[in-house]
């Protein structure tokens, strides 16, 4: 912060002196001072209010697809050997490669497609290891995920899918909580949400598997489940 200075005539030496400009000296008192540097003080306040003001109201809008943490790709039925660090742009299209969400022990994997995204990929694998935890959300008109090959939520991890708001997801087929450990959810909620399978539904194999369908959500399969 800038500092003023004055000089003034020191009585009591018989020489001038530079001193602060609230130093006491005849005609200005230190009253007045405080409350220059009182209004001052306002002035900054206010300014700085205004620009957080400003700031509070700006928007960051999502991405379409967005990915965070362990979220890999790699071969059809193979093993991840890709991690994602950039954000896809829709449509994301794998061309029939796998897609790991939910990717080593301890680690966790999100993915979302929002409105009007689109995903295409193979087989997809949401909680692939043991220790590991994915989550994928599928939300809002448009929002469209296709697999030619099975989701599989809960491989030997956590795995928890959610389409919402009217959603659309299709598969061959759905196994929730396929190996010893692995827990695997998946929850269709709201209208026009649909999770499509040509194959068969299998709720529980060795592991623990959840299929939740409420408020207007709809699930179907070609198979036994």
Not at 95 to 111: C, D, I
């Amino acid at each position: 912060m800038n500092k003023i200075y004055r000089v003034v005539f020191n009585q009591a030496t018989g020489l001038w002196q530079v001193v602060s400009e609230c130093a006491r000296a005849r005609g200005k008192s230190r009253s007045q001072c405080d409350a220059a540097g009182t209004r001052a003080g306002a002035v900054c306040a206010m300014s700085l209010a205004a620009a957080l003001m400003a700031m509070g109201g700006a928007t960051v809008s999502a991405q379409p697809i967005e990915v965070q943490g362990a979220v890999w790709t790699g071969p059809d039925w193979g093993t991840p050997t890709t991690q994602v660090l950039l954000q896809p742009a829709s449509p994301w299209n794998l061309s029939g490669s796998a897609l790991f969400v939910g990717v080593g022990n301890g680690q966790t994997g999100h993915l979302f497609i929002r409105a009007g995204a689109q995903v295409v990929n193979g087989i997809t694998y949401v909680g692939y290891d043991a220790g590991s935890t994915g989550v994928v959300e599928v939300g809002g008109a448009g929002a469209q995920w296709g697999m030619n090959v099975d989701l599989i939520v809960g491989r030997a991890g956590t795995g928890a899918v959610d389409i919402n708001n009217g959603a659309a997801v299709s598969s061959l087929g759905g196994l929730l909580g396929l190996d010893n450990g692995g827990k695997g959810t998946l929850t269709v909620a709201g209208a026009g949400s649909t999770w499509t399978n040509t194959g068969a539904i299998i709720v529980g194999g060795q592991g623990t598997g959840t299929l939740s369908v409420h408020s207007g959500g709809q699930v179907s399969s070609g198979g036994a489940s």
